[in-house]
């Protein structure tokens, strides 16, 4: 069963050659450097979760601790041992039935409740020590944990803890076909600047048909257009459309070529996983920190706006502005006929004759428009 497919992979990984180790990351307050998170994204049949199995036995093998979530309420088995399992908290067949859904209602409303205590998921984490990697699988419907609020919910709060890193898995055997090819490369694009996270683009089951077409579609623009032109379609007038804007993204796209099944490619993967984690301290960070520093300062405008408006109700003064200085302001926005004029004091109605206007062809004009001709 299980197991002893477990052993098997563990035997396999141990073939393969000295991994060049743990990617060096800051280190946490405790002096140990925080575990890296690989947040496992891909469409249905990708080989997200055998992608799972494969590099978890990987780790174990290397010595690297791992600690495994599985976020598909919908899957029957995981051919890997979870440490902590949505189906464990969440029952989906009856979400479905108590909520009257379809299959992929209950996957959002299952992963919906499930966000609602993910802040306990991250309590258990900080207790555990001596954890080298988090890996974390996502349901097959890829929309549903991608553009759904509990999706978003759970990776950034995954970000906001740890270094989080998003494999984009893809099956390199239907991406022979170049549209299916720059329907997953939109995909990827958008999931990137969605979430703002590092991106590892693996291409899956490279021992089926090996992933060399890819990376040259990606790298000569003009080797891309040659396999769209033996595919002419109305997809395809598209796809050579947006290949072109695409192209600026594959410069700095990270992409490695991987075997679930016999594990050929996992050292080339934590080599990129390695890179990424240096991105995440370098770009996501500062941005994650500029984010909150505008969170702080709008709730601080907020507060202060709210204390007037406090003030006001308990009636107590409020300048309406600062001093002399709003007085220029005001004074200088005046017309010249006016901001030139000095009221005497004690003048009343009696001396308004002696009231002397420098300019009087505003007054002029304005009778014109009104004159009967």
């Known amino acids: 069963g299980i197991n002893a497919e477990y052993g098997v992979m563990l035997a396999t990984a141990n073939d393969e050659k000295p991994a060049e180790g743990?990617?060096?990351?800051?280190?946490?307050?405790?002096?140990?450097?925080?575990?890296?998170?690989?947040?496992?994204?891909?469409?249905?049949?990708?080989?997200?979760?055998?992608?799972?199995?494969r590099i978890n036995a990987y780790l174990h093998a290397k010595e690297k601790q791992p600690y495994v979530i599985n976020l598909d309420p919908a899957v029957f088995e995981v051919p890997y041992p979870a440490n902590i399992d949505i189906r464990d908290s969440v029952k989906y067949k009856e979400?479905?039935?108590?909520?009257?859904?379809g299959p992929n209602g209950g996957i959002i409303t299952a992963l919906n409740l499930f966000a609602t205590k993910f802040d306990q998921v991250l309590s258990?984490?900080?207790?555990?020590?001596?954890?080298?990697?988090?890996?974390?699988?996502?349901?097959g419907q890829?929309?549903?944990?991608?553009?759904?609020?509990?999706?978003t919910i759970i990776s950034e709060a995954i970000a906001r803890s740890y270094p989080t890193v998003i494999a984009y898995v893809m099956d390199t055997v239907r991406c022979t076909n170049p549209v299916t090819f720059m329907s997953n490369m939109m995909y990827a694009c958008s999931i990137m600047y969605k979430t703002r996270l590092p991106l590892i683009v693996v291409m899956n089951k490279i021992d089926v048909v090996d992933n060399k077409?890819?990376?040259?579609?990606?790298?000569?623009?003009?080797?891309?257009?040659?396999?769209l032109d033996a595919h002419p379609s109305y997809s395809s007038n598209l796809s050579r459309s947006m290949s072109l804007v695409l192209d600026e993204f594959y410069k700095d796209l990270r992409s490695v070529g991987i075997s679930a099944v016999t594990g050929s490619g996992c050292t080339s993967f934590f080599s990129a996983v390695s890179g990424a984690v240096k991105e995440y301290y370098e770009e996501y960070l500062p941005y994650l920190e500029e984010l909150r520093s505008?969170?702080?300062?709008?709730?601080?405008?907020?507060?202060?706006?709210?204390?007037?408006?406090?003030?006001?109700?308990?009636g107590e003064e409020v300048p309406l502005h600062q001093g002399s200085q709003d007085d220029e302001l005001y004074s200088s926005n005046l017309p010249p006929s006016f901001s030139n004029y000095e009221d005497p004091e004690g003048?009343?109605?009696?001396?308004?004759?002696?009231?002397?206007?420098?300019?009087?062809?505003?007054?002029?004009a304005s009778f014109d428009r009104f004159r009967l001709t």
């Open 22 to 53: 743990k990617p060096e990351v800051k280190e946490s307050g405790g002096g140990k450097p925080k575990p890296v998170v690989i947040l496992t994204l891909g469409m249905a049949g990708s080989g997200k979760t055998c992608f799972m199995q």
């Open 95 to 101: 979400v479905m039935k108590q909520y009257q859904l």
């Open 124 to 139: 258990i984490l900080e207790k555990k020590e001596d954890l080298d990697f988090i890996l974390v699988d996502t349901p």
């Open 142 to 151: 890829i929309e549903v944990f991608t553009w759904s609020a509990s999706g």
């Open 213 to 227: 077409f890819a990376v040259d579609w990606m790298a000569d623009f003009e080797t891309f257009q040659e396999a």
């Open 294 to 314: 505008a969170i702080r300062t709008r709730k601080q405008g907020e507060m202060e706006e709210q204390m007037k408006k406090l003030k006001v109700d308990r």
């Open 347 to 364: 003048s009343d109605e009696d001396n308004e004759e002696d009231v002397q206007y420098e300019d009087t062809s505003m007054a002029e």
